[in-house]
């Protein structure tokens, strides 16, 4: 049976999620970054929803992912949470706030554990950030990695496109994801690289495995939410599946209320007191 179609379960853990993979369910993700959306995503029966430090390009405009800070992220994950009844909560631990230092990284996992009520937390990188995931996983705090096109570094790669064409950065990056499973964490993301690469990666870890841009033989999908519902029309890779165009059906909205305001057949005496 479908974990989304049985009554009996309250929340999704790690735990359920491991057991999705190993029955070949597969996992389904998207970002929310406000109450509104978070409810909205939670009782449609989304599996994981991450507050992605995306919200420094959907919600602020920032041209990246860079210039949100960790208080940002807590308000953002404090609105989602609040609206949760049934998905497990991943929130980005921001740029700045983990790399380079566990120590540092470790007090920003608690923040937002603590702060938020979130249930988990997403860091960018492998080997190098080693130290940090095991002193935050230390404290009980379920981390989720991510590899690949890894937006945080988007300035040392200088462009967007598909990562881990090569062989070395492909090895790599397998043994990166080695490395995130050992050290204990629970899932991980894989961003914008060959498909066949990310069936590899799937097949060699034991933990769930997400992807966007990474093709169908992983264990699980994430979009952004505002791409995905069509509000953003200006961003359309590939990997983008738009189910909806909402960013017409708002303006036509917004439209009509102009319309009614002017012509002043908005408010009626029905719509009066």
Same mark, same amino acid.
């Given at each position: 049976?479908?974990?989304? +179609?049985?009554?009996?379960? #309250? ?9 999705? #993979?190993?029955?070949?369910? #597969? ?7 406000? %109450? ?5 995503? /939670?009782?449609?029966?989304? @599996?994981?929803?991450?507050?992605? /430090?995306? &919200? ?18 807590? *308000?953002? &994950? $404090? ?18 706030? *983990? ?39 230390? =404290? ?6 991510? !590899?690949? !096109?890894?937006?945080?570094?988007? *300035?040392? %790669?200088?462009? *967007? ?11 790599? !990056?397998?043994?990166? =994801? ?16 060959? &498909? ?17 841009? &990474?093709?169908? @033989?992983? /264990?699980? +999908?994430?979009?952004?939410?505002? @791409?995905?519902?069509?509000?953003? +029309?200006? %961003? ?8 909806? @165009?909402?960013? $017409? $059906? ?11 305001? #002017?012509?002043?057949? %908005? ?7």
């Amino acid at each position: 049976m479908s974990v989304h +179609q049985s009554s009996n379960i #309250k929340r999704i853990t790690t735990h359920i999620l491991q057991e999705m #993979k190993n029955r070949g369910e #597969k996992i389904s993700m998207l970002t929310a970054y406000d %109450f509104s959306m978070a409810g909205i995503v /939670d009782s449609a029966g989304i @599996d994981i929803i991450l507050v992605g /430090d995306s &919200a420094s390009n959907v919600m602020a405009g920032h041209e990246t992912t860079l210039p949100i800070t960790l208080d940002q992220m807590i *308000y953002h &994950a $404090t609105s989602v949470v609040r609206a949760v009844k049934r998905a497990f909560v991943v929130v980005d631990i921001p740029f700045g706030s *983990y790399q380079g230092n566990s120590s540092e990284a470790l007090r920003s996992a608690i923040r937002i554990m603590k702060e938020s009520g979130a249930h988990a937390i997403k860091v960018e990188g492998g080997s190098e950030i080693k130290e940090s995931v095991v002193r935050i996983l230390s =404290a009980g705090v379920p981390v989720m990695g991510h !590899l690949g !096109l890894t937006p945080q570094s988007i *300035y040392k %790669f200088g462009t *967007y496109t598909v990562r881990a064409k090569e062989e070395a950065e492909a090895q790599k !990056l397998i043994e990166d =994801a080695k490395i995130l499973e050992e050290c204990g964490c629970f899932a991980i993301v894989l961003e914008k690289i060959p &498909a066949a690469l990310a069936k590899k990666v799937a097949e060699t870890v034991s933990i769930p495995v997400i992807g966007i841009g &990474a093709g169908p @033989d992983v /264990d699980g +999908q994430v979009l952004v939410v505002h @791409d995905m519902l069509g509000i953003t +029309q200006e %961003f359309k890779p590939r990997f983008l599946r738009q189910y909806a @165009d909402l960013r $017409t $059906t708002m303006t036509q909205a917004v439209e009509n209320y102009i319309t009614d305001v #002017k012509a002043r057949s %908005f408010p009626t005496e029905g719509e009066s007191y």
